[in-house]
């Protein structure tokens, strides 16, 4: 059976290899696809940049998404998601740092499926992205890859 793939969205590399970290040691051996900004998660998702002649048949399984990020901010690239019949029903997490209500409810608005707040503390850390990791790729049931349009 294919492991299904997690993009994750981040900007800071610190964030990056703190999230990359807690995967190893949550034994979530998926691969991890690291889009560094906004515009280059979008390239990877629609086959621009220098992700042209990705295979765009080959989604990740889950996204998990930060919100102040370079380039393009994390709502723009839920916006542009959501807008596309292509990525619409990709399960989309914003897992970010801020504690504002308003990013909130305007990812909820533009379709997030789920708001994590990025904990503080290591080990609370990795629990969360644990837990993200085995309801995301194990336990929930997505739409399938020939028909998430």
Same mark, same amino acid.
Request: charged share 30%; aromatic share 6%; net charge negative.
């Given at each position: 059976?294919?492991?299904?793939?997690?993009?994750?969205? +981040?900007?800071?590399?610190?964030?990056?290899?703190?999230?990359?970290?807690?995967?190893?040691?949550?034994?979530?051996?998926?691969? *991890?696809? *690291?889009?560094?900004? $906004?515009?280059?998660?979008?390239?990877?998702?629609?086959?621009? $940049?220098?992700?042209?002649?990705?295979?765009?048949?080959?989604?990740?399984?889950?996204?998990l998404l930060d919100?102040?990020?370079?380039?393009?901010?994390?709502? +723009?690239?839920?916006?542009?998601?959501?807008?596309?019949?292509?990525?619409?029903?990709?399960?989309?997490?914003?897992?970010?740092?801020?504690? +504002?209500?308003?990013?909130?409810?305007?990812?909820?608005?533009?379709?997030?499926?789920?708001?994590?707040?990025?904990?503080?503390?290591? $080990?609370?850390?990795?629990?969360?992205?644990?837990?993200?990791?085995?309801?995301?790729?194990?336990?929930?049931?997505?739409?399938?890859? $020939?028909?998430?349009?």
């Amino acid at each position: 059976m294919e492991k299904k793939a997690i993009l994750l969205v +981040e900007d800071n590399p610190d964030d990056v290899a703190l999230t990359l970290r807690a995967f190893d040691e949550s034994k979530v051996s998926n691969e *991890v696809v *690291v889009a560094h900004d $906004g515009a280059e998660a979008l390239d990877y998702l629609f086959a621009g $940049g220098k992700f042209a002649g990705r295979d765009v048949n080959a989604m990740p399984e889950v996204i998990l998404l930060d919100l102040k990020l370079s380039k393009v901010d994390g709502l +723009e690239v839920l916006r542009r998601l959501r807008a596309d019949d292509r990525t619409r029903l990709l399960p989309v997490v914003i897992l970010a740092s801020s504690k +504002e209500e308003s990013d909130v409810v305007n990812g909820y608005k533009l379709g997030a499926n789920s708001y994590v707040r990025k904990p503080v503390d290591f $080990g609370q850390f990795a629990k969360a992205v644990r837990d993200l990791g085995l309801y995301w790729l194990i336990l929930n049931e997505g739409p399938p890859q $020939g028909r998430r349009a």
